[in-house]
T-cell receptor
Framework: EDKVVQSPLSLVVHEGDTVTLNCSYEVTNFRSLLWYKQEKKAPTFLFMLTSSGIEKKSGRLSSILDKKELFSILNITATQTGDSAIYLCAVFSGAGSYQLTFGKGTKLSVIP | DSGVTQTPKHLITATGQRVTLRCSPRSGDLSVYWYQQSLDQGLQFLIQYYNGEERAKGNILERFSAQQFPDLHSELNLSSLELGDSALYFC????????????FGPGTRLTVT
């Protein structure tokens, strides 16, 4: 059974801090890894990672994948209160028909 | 606003009943995905339809079924409801079959009493 594990489960930081969120996975026929941000309701797409070692960046957020060690990290620099959310990691896997497995998320709280 | 619409926003029903959740994808998107999110299980992929055909199946119970209509809207049918089915049900859409970048709707909150 495919597994995606995120750590930590929750994190409280002060504005301006840098945070690193972790996602490790065990899946059959890995295709890609995705990061989502979930604030009040629906998740919003952040990144898709397919190749090892290539950093994806969007503003203060960046992410990288290590396919050998089967993990990904999401970095947020100079955190703001608006970064407070649940960050979800998901992995696409499978040959032919695919599976999408989500981790339970990391709840990030940024306090002023 | 992602462009994906879901109705209803909230639904309260009794055990044993049947409900239908509706989703309209973003204009131009051919794929629709259904997810269940509960506190203990997190976000679980249920099923995907692409251009009217079932494309992938996740952890969907036999009591649940879905379909996608020619106008590309989709319905998720939940029957013989149990207390444990109480959850937030999301629909998402994407352009292609391999929905790497999916746009989520606001969700339907189902409460089974």
């Amino acid at each position: 059974e495919d597994k995606v594990v995120q750590s930590p489960l929750s994190l409280v930081v002060h504005e301006g801090d840098t945070v690193t969120l972790n996602c490790s996975y065990e899946v059959t026929n890995f295709r890609s890894l995705l990061w989502y941000k979930q604030e009040k309701k629906a998740p919003t797409f952040l990144f898709m990672l397919t190749s090892s070692g290539i950093e994806k960046k969007s503003g203060r957020l960046s992410s990288i994948l290590d396919k050998k060690e089967l993990f990904s990290i999401l970095n947020i620099t100079a955190t703001q209160t608006g970064d407070s959310a649940i960050y979800l990691c998901a992995v696409f896997s499978g040959a032919g028909s695919y599976q999408l497995t989500f981790g339970k998320g990391t709840k990030l709280s940024v306090i002023p | 606003d992602s462009g994906v619409t879901q109705t209803p926003k909230h639904l309260i029903t009794a055990t044993g009943q049947r409900v239908t959740l509706r989703c309209s994808p973003r204009s131009g998107d051919l794929s629709v995905y259904w997810y269940q999110q509960s506190l203990d299980q997190g976000l679980q992929f249920l099923i995907q339809y692409y251009n009217g055909e079932e494309r992938a199946k996740g952890n969907i119970l036999e009591r649940f079924s879905a379909q996608q209509f020619p106008d590309l809207h989709s319905e998720l049918n939940l029957s013989s409801l149990e207390l444990g089915d109480s959850a937030l049900y999301f629909c998402a859409s994407s352009v292609g079959q391999m929905g790497y970048e999916q746009y989520f709707g606001p969700g339907t909150r189902l409460t089974v009493t």
